[in-house]
């Protein structure tokens, strides 16, 4: 009989400490839903110790699920993280904490600054107070793979003997080898040889491509859980990508003695949901998610695909479920296909949401013939589910004149508590000019940390979609807003950042010195 691998999902840990990621409370419970509907194994939700908003995400998501998956909270081996990670998920039908400490000589010289016999000590420590809060401990060797071997065994002896009931070894630096990692992991789970019950596990990042067939060299060598992240996301090149990992798997049986249990036709909503809430798009030739993952250009391959599917094809677009083509609706969609549609794009809408989300879909229809599902996917995230608490500022209405030979000039329109507040200004285009206003609204100035447009299609009536980044006073927000035109999406994307920026900064209890009283 297969065994079964664990998947242990890091998005919204190691893939949202990824540099200009930053996912909030709402944002991250959609994300969780999904990977509930996916059916991994296990969510590391977070890393509570690291913020109040990281303890808040952990604990709305360890509350959410009924007999869902394990939901685990990182933490440190220090006592203090190991409490607030068992406090975080303490509601969780199937809490789990994962500590982790670093046994790599260049980790616990420089940056621990611990001898080996401190590193066993805090190790059994940690794993024994952990498991007087949860029976479910998970304990990680940091930068295991430039451990030493007999050490290693060490410490994960300890770790087994503590209480520990799955052991990770995280290739932390992207450093192993496929086939040295194989030997490696062999080695250690023959010298620890913890008692049955017991679970290996592999965490690997990609800084050298090899994350994905890492892992997969592991699972050949016995371990049972893998940790991974949605189109591998995470730290600098990311962490093993669960699509790919899964994939191999389940396509190519004959090679590996474990398969995973998920519903693979949900990777691809998944990937969708999570590239559109993070702002990372997915590059088009993606193994199993991109967008050219299944789309065979060359007249031979066509071909031989119209003969036999087979002939190229790997593995169906439906296994994963990719759409054989980007399908419209319009305005005579009806409330149920609109809400299939949403659904399979990996949304999950209250029934008052779906209800905003239809309307919004009809006045799109008004607005232009054809809605492709990443208009659908624009307008939802952009309209319905802003994600921000309380929204500081609307956009009530702007004007734009942009003429050869002048400076183009725009006024703006905002609406703060019932209050309307005017500005206009110039600029060196119509974005530059409507930005200008938007500040003198403000009344303080952001720095402008990055602007991406893009279209939600190919054609010429596709929706804009603008994603910004703003900073000011050290803290950084993300904005997104679509329109069918691109200077209110720019608008749009200015203001949802300024209103994200607002609601960071009364978390961290910050003035921004603007018009802040409004
Ligand atoms: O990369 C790593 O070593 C980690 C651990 C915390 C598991 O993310
Ligand atoms: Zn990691």
Avoid at 146 to 172: C, M, Q, Y
Wanted: net charge negative; charged share 25%.
């Amino acid at each position: 009989m297969t065994d079964q691998v664990r998947i242990f999902d890091t998005t919204l840990r190691d893939g949202e400490q990824a540099a200009r990621i930053n996912l909030n409370k709402g944002e991250k419970l959609q994300i969780a839903r999904q990977l509930a509907r996916l059916g991994v194994d296990v969510i590391e939700a977070g890393f509570p110790a690291s913020s109040q908003g990281d303890f808040e995400s952990v604990q709305a998501i360890a509350r959410e699920f009924k007999g869902g998956p394990i939901i685990a909270g990182l933490a440190r081996t220090k006592k203090e993280d190991i409490a607030r990670a068992g406090e975080a998920v303490k509601d969780a039908d199937r809490p789990r904490i994962h500590t982790f400490i670093a046994t790599s000589p260049i980790h616990m010289e420089y940056k621990l600054k611990m001898t080996k016999e401190e590193v066993l000590s805090e190790v059994k420590e940690a794993v024994g107070f952990a498991r007087t809060l949860v029976d479910d401990v998970e304990f990680s060797a940091e930068d295991a793979s430039r451990s030493e071997i007999p050490f290693l065994i060490e410490v994960f002896k300890t770790a087994v003997e503590a209480g520990a009931t799955t052991l990770n070894i995280p290739d932390t630096v992207g450093y192993a080898q496929p086939d040295e990692f194989y030997n490696f992991v062999f080695e250690i789970i023959k010298g620890v040889n913890p008692p049955a019950n017991v679970i290996w596990s592999v965490h690997c990042h990609n800084d050298l491509g090899l994350a994905v067939a890492n892992s997969l060299a592991a699972v050949r060598a016995g371990v049972r859980q893998v940790e991974c992240t949605i189109n591998g996301l995470g730290e600098r090149a990311g962490n093993a990508s669960m699509e790919e990992i899964v994939m191999a798997m389940n396509t190519r049986t004959d090679q590996y003695p474990a398969k995973a249990g998920l519903d693979t036709t949900k990777l691809y909503s998944t990937s969708k949901l999570v590239a559109s809430l993070t702002g990372v798009v997915v590059q088009p030739n993606k193994a199993v998610v991109g967008q050219n993952a299944f789309a065979h250009e060359a007249g031979i391959h066509q071909h031989g695909m119209l003969c036999n599917r087979a002939t190229y094809e790997i593995m169906t677009p439906e296994t994963v479920g990719a759409p054989s083509s980007d399908l419209v609706l319009g305005k005579h969609s009806g409330r149920h296909a609109f809400k299939d549609r949403v659904e399979s794009l990996g949304y999950a809408l209250s029934k008052d949401d779906m209800e905003v989300a239809f309307k919004e879909f009809k006045d799109l229809c008004d607005k232009k013939k054809d809605v492709s599902d990443s208009d659908i996917e624009a307008m939802i995230l952009d309209r319905v589910l802003s994600f921000i608490p309380e929204r500081r500022y609307e956009l009530k209405d702007y004007a734009v004149q942009v003429s050869t030979g002048s400076k183009p000039t725009a006024s703006v329109t905002m609406t703060s508590g019932n209050v309307d507040y005017t500005e206009a200004a110039v600029g060196n285009g119509p974005v530059d000019a409507v930005y200008n206003a938007v500040k003198k609204i403000l009344g303080f100035i952001p720095e402008l940390k990055g602007f991406r447009i893009g279209a939600t299609s190919e054609r010429s009536d596709a929706m804009a979609e603008t994603r910004i980044i703003i900073n000011y006073k050290d803290i950084q927000a993300q904005g997104r807003g679509t329109s069918t035109d691109i200077v209110e999406a720019s608008l749009r994307a200015y203001i949802d950042a300024a209103n994200r920026l607002y609601a960071a900064a009364a978390a961290k209890e910050v003035k921004l010195n603007g018009h802040d009283a409004r």
